[in-house]
């Protein structure tokens, strides 16, 4: 834009925040298992355990297909559902064996302990990880998002399948993987 006099004038940006995902991001905050967006509507749902249908047989495996086809049927608004990777920390289960490790005297058991011990190094070397499921919406009502919960957790039950309400971890988790990669955010103090 010129101004009178024929020189360049700049509008300036005005910025709402001083961290770069507020000018971005609506989230306002993270509380009982909801995301609070800026407009206040909030972002909730289910998080549903997994279940391994490959080791079923072929007719048990369908049946849990066809249940599930039935609940996504019945979901009359719209829902996102999500696969998000959380990484597996073993480090108490590793202290574990090695106490147990050094309990016992038998080199037979001993021997047994060191190869889980050895294995479950190998997964931490590795960064494996769990796959978490979710299933999520959003609403301004609280009444109306614990109907929709109650009603899609017994929906997945009776498929087979449980399901809880999501937690603020689970819903940081799922912010971590879109926002940061799947890296979790983990901030220090700076001292320059």
């Keep these: ?4 006099d ?7 940006k005005t910025v709402k925040s001083k961290y770069t995902n507020d000018n971005f991001v ?3 905050s993270i509380m009982n298992g909801m995301i609070i967006l ?4 909030k972002v909730t749902g289910i998080k549903i355990m997994p279940r391994n249908i490959f ?17 996504y049927n019945t979901i009359d608004y719209e829902f996102w559902v999500i696969c998000a990777d959380r990484p597996v920390d073993i480090n108490v289960y590793l202290s574990q064996l090695q ?11 001993r021997k047994l302990i060191n190869e889980d011990i050895n294995k479950a190094n190998m997964f931490m070397n590795n960064n494996i990880v769990d796959t978490e499921y979710y299933l999520l919406f959003k609403s301004k009502d609280d009444e109306l998002i614990q109907k929709r919960i109650r009603n899609l957790v017994n929906n997945f039950a009776n498929a087979g399948l449980s399901s809880k309400q999501t937690t603020n971890d689970d819903l940081r988790i799922i912010l971590d993987n879109f926002l940061n990669g799947g890296q979790t955010s983990t901030f220090g103090t700076v001292i320059g």
């Design 1 to 4: 834009m010129y101004g009178k």
């Design 6 to 12: 024929g020189a360049l004038v700049m509008k300036k």
């Design 26 to 28: 609506p989230i306002k």
């Design 38 to 41: 800026d407009n206040n509507e």
């Design 55 to 71: 080791i079923m047989d072929y007719s048990a495996q369908n049946a849990v297909i066809a249940n599930l086809r039935t609940v």
């Design 99 to 109: 106490l147990l490790y050094n309990s016992v005297n038998s080199p037979i058991i």
